[in-house]
């Protein structure tokens, strides 16, 4: 008689769990930062963090099925068994994997924030009030209205905030994670 495959045979349900954490925590991470670098409204700032980790999330596991056979055979495991069966140290090679791609997340969650306003329709450049020059109005006048000292959004900026706090709270739970499942040390 042949053995009985069960679903967590097939499905990796650390994986999906832990991605789902993942996203959460970047969710919740990203649209407080949002909230408060871009002066939205809680509501559309957890809207848009929604749209773009789900966005990367789709894409980055795209291009991981898509790669993943192209990878020659050592590293093929190793990816493997890092994604779908835990991790038990980091060599260098994955730190830089890392680091490149929270470079390309981060480009991909710009672009993705550009395409949500072009999909919703609004305008991303304020409209300016008047051409009043400050030139008769003070010194607190004119640093109000000098671009240095604005507090204007800079939307690259804000998304670069966001996307390192989501990281580093992601990469505090893998280490976490490591320490936890590594072996006592020998006395």
């Known amino acids: 008689m042949p053995p009985i495959t069960t679903f967590t045979d097939v499905l990796p349900l650390r994986a999906i769990a832990f991605q789902l954490l993942f996203l959460i925590l970047a969710i919740a991470i990203e649209a407080a930062v949002l909230n408060v670098r871009l002066d ?22 795209v291009a991981f099925f898509v790669a993943e056979p192209l990878l020659p055979e050592p590293y093929r495991i190793l990816v493997i068994d890092y994604v ?54 003070g010194r607190l006048r004119q640093q109000q209205t000098n671009p240095i000292f604005a507090p204007e959004s800079n939307r690259p900026l804000a998304v670069l905030w966001a996307n390192a706090f989501s990281f580093t709270a992601i990469s505090i739970i893998l280490a976490i994670r490591i320490l936890v499942a590594q072996p006592p040390l020998p006395r």
Do not use: C, H
């Open 40 to 61: 939205l409204g809680r509501k559309v700032s957890m809207q848009y963090a929604a749209s773009i980790n789900l966005f990367t999330t789709v894409l980055g596991w």
């Open 84 to 137: 779908f069966f835990g991790i038990r140290s980091i060599p260098p090679i994955m730190i830089g994997l890392g680091f490149g791609i929270f470079l390309v997340t981060f480009l991909l969650k710009l672009q993705g924030i550009e395409w949500l306003e072009l999909l919703l329709e609004k305008s991303t450049l304020p409209e300016k009030k008047g051409d009043e020059s400050p030139k008769f109005k």
